[in-house]
């Protein structure tokens, strides 16, 4: 998500069209994966009838049992989340998130039309005026596992995306008789404003999986700062090792 992120914003820059951003992080999200929605999600993607088996398979007939510096509950079926540390589970969420979200904007077109031609000539503009050899794909939402970027042209336009987001997670988990996750969201570019009474808080900054988004990429100062970004932590966990002098140091 983060490098698509990169891509979208340098994009941008190069068409001169604004960029803004909100990145939400949905709180106990993987625990409210449900076993029979998620089956009828993959069937409705066509996937693989051998892979859908498969997953079926690690998440039928699963019990637990609970304790508390006591004796053991009786065994109780569990029907939402996916198993712990499963290698599937950000792909499968990944689907269950699609699915809200293609029912969130069903009525909407949200996003940021990006105009590319695959035929050379990449950095003549000119050509992307064309009419023909160009493809203009709308860029809203970037995934990765639980976490998602919202991506919008209008700075006035985010409040109703995140509106639009904000209910379909509630009318999505309710289907499923959860309760729809919390939301942290914090915005680049973005005018203040609240969604369900939560205020999206405005950066310069963000910083995701040893990566860092800034608000602009231009000048020289920028640059410093994103390879800073990312010195600093790979220098911090040298220090104090053997490897601090003979590969940090004199590499640097």
């Known amino acids: 998500m983060t490098y698509a992120t990169f891509q979208l914003q340098a994009k941008c820059q190069e068409m001169r069209i604004h960029l803004t951003t909100s990145f939400v992080d949905l709180k106990k999200s993987f625990d ?49 989340g996916v198993k712990q540390g499963c290698i599937l589970a950000p792909t499968l969420f990944s689907l269950m998130y699609s699915a809200m979200l293609m029912d969130a904007y069903r009525d909407e077109r949200p996003g940021i039309r990006i105009a590319y031609r ?53 009318n999505h988990y309710s289907q499923n008789g959860c309760h729809a996750p919390a939301a942290t969201q914090r915005g680049i570019q973005c005018s203040p404003n609240q969604v369900n009474g939560a205020q999206l808080k405005n950066v310069e900054t963000f910083a995701y999986l040893g990566s860092t988004l800034f608000h602009a990429l231009r000048g020289k100062l920028s640059i410093y700062a994103m390879l800073r970004s990312s010195l600093d932590p790979a220098s911090a966990t040298f220090q104090g090792t053997k490897l601090n002098g003979c590969v940090w140091i004199e590499r640097t």
Do not use: Y
């Open 118 to 170: 695959t035929d050379g000539h990449l950095l003549n503009n000119q050509r992307m005026q064309a009419p023909m050899r160009v493809s203009t794909p709308t860029v809203h939402d970037l995934l990765f596992a639980d976490d998602c970027a919202l991506n919008i042209v209008m700075e006035d336009d985010m409040k109703s995306s995140m509106n639009l987001f904000a209910e379909g997670c509630a």
């Open 32 to 80: 409210t994966l449900n076993s029979d929605r998620l089956s009828k999600i993959m069937q409705k993607f066509c996937g693989p009838e051998r892979f859908m088996h498969m997953v079926r398979q690690l998440h039928d007939g699963m019990t637990a049992r609970g304790t508390d510096n006591g004796p053991v509950s009786e065994a109780f079926a569990v029907t939402n």
